[in-house]
């Protein structure tokens, strides 16, 4: 089966800080994981993701994340946060095998950057 | 604009009631997935077609909920009788079939309110 938990509903971070969002996976295969932002009203927007290779990924807007492997961590990172990036953010993750593909997503969390 | 494009983007309707909503993919992507988002969660898969065919349905998706891709282009999801326990947001999104590794992209969504 596979999983993906967000330990953490909502993050304050105050503008200029640097920032991260927390994401832990639980799957039966190699994973592919990915990043998704979800401003109001809106669709999710693609920010990044990890299929192989460095384990340090840059995604868009100065997004970047770690694939551990030993911690079955993919934790969304950002040097410095800016109030533009509030929105709600999901992990999710995909083992590729036959079939549909699909993503599996965690609850999301809430990231409020303070001015 | 080239994005997945969904069609309403809120509908309100009354117990009981059809409702259908639409989707197109992005063009060239002949695999397209609709997932369900309720307040406070991950989006969750429903079904998923490979150009017209439907090759996949979750157990969410019950014998009220009906999805069809006629041409393999766009994609239509209807819920019959609608119960109070629909109203989420509807997503869909789009991808390549020969590129497993490829980011799945999403529409904007269709907010459904039963009352």
């Known amino acids: 089966a596979q999983s993906v938990a967000q330990p953490e509903d909502q993050v304050n971070v105050a503008e200029g800080n640097p920032l991260t969002v927390k994401c832990t996976y639980s799957?039966?295969?190699?994973?592919?994981l990915f990043w998704y932002v979800q401003y109001p009203n809106r669709g999710l927007q693609f920010l990044l993701k990890y299929i192989t290779g460095d384990n340090l990924v840059k995604g868009s807007y100065g997004f970047e994340a770690e694939f551990n492997k030993s911690q079955t961590s993919f934790h969304l990172k950002k040097p410095s946060a800016l109030v533009s990036d509030s929105a709600l953010y999901f992990c999710a993750v995909r083992v590729y095998q036959t079939g549909a593909n699909n993503l599996f997503f965690g609850t999301g969390t809430r990231l409020t950057v303070i001015p | 604009d080239t994005g997945v494009s969904q069609d309403p983007r809120h509908k309100i309707t009354k117990r009981g009631q059809n409702v259908t909503f639409r989707c197109d993919p992005i063009?060239?992507?002949?695999?397209l997935y609709w997932y369900r988002q309720t307040l406070g969660q991950g989006p969750e898969f429903l079904t998923y077609?490979?150009?017209?065919?439907?090759?996949?349905k979750s157990r969410l998706l019950s014998d009220r909920f009906s999805a069809e891709r006629p041409k393999g282009s766009f994609s239509t999801l209807e819920i019959q009788r609608t119960e109070q326990g629909d109203s989420a947001m509807y997503l869909c999104?789009?991808?390549?079939?020969?590129?497993?590794?490829?980011?799945?992209?999403f529409g904007p969504g269709t907010r459904l309110l039963v009352l």
């Open positions: 077609f490979q150009n017209e065919a439907q090759l996949e």
């Open positions: 063009s060239e992507h002949n695999r």
């Open positions: 999104a789009s991808t390549h079939k020969d590129r497993p590794k490829e980011t799945q992209y």
């Open positions: 799957v039966s295969g190699n994973p592919y």
